[in-house]
């Protein structure tokens, strides 16, 4: 009894704050829906009517799955849509995985509601086809076929493929030193280039998509009006994988010139397991000096090393025998491995911009 009147106030205070939270998350809730149903309404122009999940249908969910996230149904243009608002972290191959369950099990079309997040998940969204919407933001509805991006973010017109002189200036500037204000001349030294030319076409092109401006008259430099992370979010979509082609080798690599790349350089970077196969990059035109006494060409099955011949040196983007983050992630981006979409969310996630 005397325990009991000792531990009472606290007891009560204890209960008290449990109450509390629960209200304020009650609270929350309902105004991440009320900004939603605005949003939708104003965006649309349409009434949107909004109603519970019977608890009959959770039951047909895993068990897991009907505590990870919050369900409402709504209709929109007489079709009824189950909103399942994914509010921890996740990748777009799970959110996949989780949404394509409830749609089987629901016979119902899920729309992910999710906070902001990286450009870069968001693409990945769209690429897999997947229903999301982002309050304020952006919405995708391809049902509905309504792609809605956040006012004034038009996207760059990707009439042309960036050149891969133009890739690997920006993942320079990225990666390894502003290029800000540099004169070409100073930045095809940079870049190893030869021609300075090579350098105009390729600054020419990223001041035509509107990634920089050109200052100077007979000395020209470039001038990046955004940061490094806005740059890359902007950039990326244009950008495309560095591998030009690749050959299979029995034996060892001795070259310094040749980088490590592909699942050994995502392993690096990330958690993922390293693969037994040796991966490695090296720059144009360089496949006719690798075979020798150390090194034989061999068929796929046979080979114990992959060499990548890029469209560009790897070694003006990295600072380490791998080959640059950036530039991995375009290798892998469209792999739908969830293992490998994890991955290089961390990747990208590491990056110090």
């Known amino acids: 009894m005397f325990l009991y009147s000792v531990l009472y106030p606290y007891l009560c205070m ?128 391809p049902d509905l076929l309504i792609d809605l991006k956040e006012f004034g973010n038009n996207p760059v017109e990707q009439q042309e493929t960036m050149q891969p002189a133009a890739q690997l200036l920006l993942l320079h500037h990225l990666q390894i030193e502003s290029l800000e204000n540099l004169n070409f001349a100073g930045i095809a030294d940079k870049l190893g280039y030869n021609s300075n030319m090579t350098i105009t076409r390729a600054a020419y092109y990223l001041h035509k998509m509107g990634l920089c401006e050109i200052r100077g008259t007979r000395d020209k430099s470039l001038h990046f009006g955004m940061n490094k992370k806005e740059i890359w979010e902007k950039v990326e979509p244009l950008m495309t994988s560095p591998v030009k082609k690749i050959q299979y080798f029995s034996g060892y690599v001795s070259d310094g010139n040749a980088y490590k790349s592909n699942n050994n350089a995502l392993a690096h970077y990330s958690d993922l397991n390293d693969d037994v196969l040796e991966y490695y990059a090296v720059r144009p035109g360089y496949f006719k000096f690798l075979p020798g006494a150390n090194l034989k060409p061999a068929p796929k099955n046979e080979g114990n090393i992959c060499i990548e011949e890029w469209k560009y040196n790897p070694y003006f983007a990295t600072k380490t025998k791998y080959v640059d983050p950036l530039s991995l992630y375009l290798c892998f981006r469209n792999d739908e491995n969830e293992r490998v979409e994890m991955a290089l969310e961390q990747l990208i996630e590491n990056i110090k911009w």
């Open 14 to 141: 204890i209960s008290y704050s449990m109450i509390l939270s629960k209200i304020n998350e009650i609270m929350k809730k309902q105004h991440i829906m009320q900004d939603l149903k605005e949003y939708l309404q104003e965006t649309l122009s349409v009434k949107i009517k909004v109603k519970s999940l019977p608890p009959k249908a959770l039951k047909s969910l895993p068990i897991f799955m009907a505590n990870l996230y919050r369900f409402e149904l709504i209709s929109l243009y007489d079709k009824e849509f189950l909103l399942v608002f994914a509010e921890g972290d996740f990748t777009t191959g799970q959110l996949k995985t989780h949404l394509d369950t409830i749609s089987n099990a629901l016979k119902i079309t899920p729309v992910a509601v999710v906070g902001n997040m990286e450009a870069y998940k968001r693409k990945r969204l769209i690429e897999k086809r997947i229903p999301f919407i982002i309050t304020a933001k952006q919405m995708y509805l």
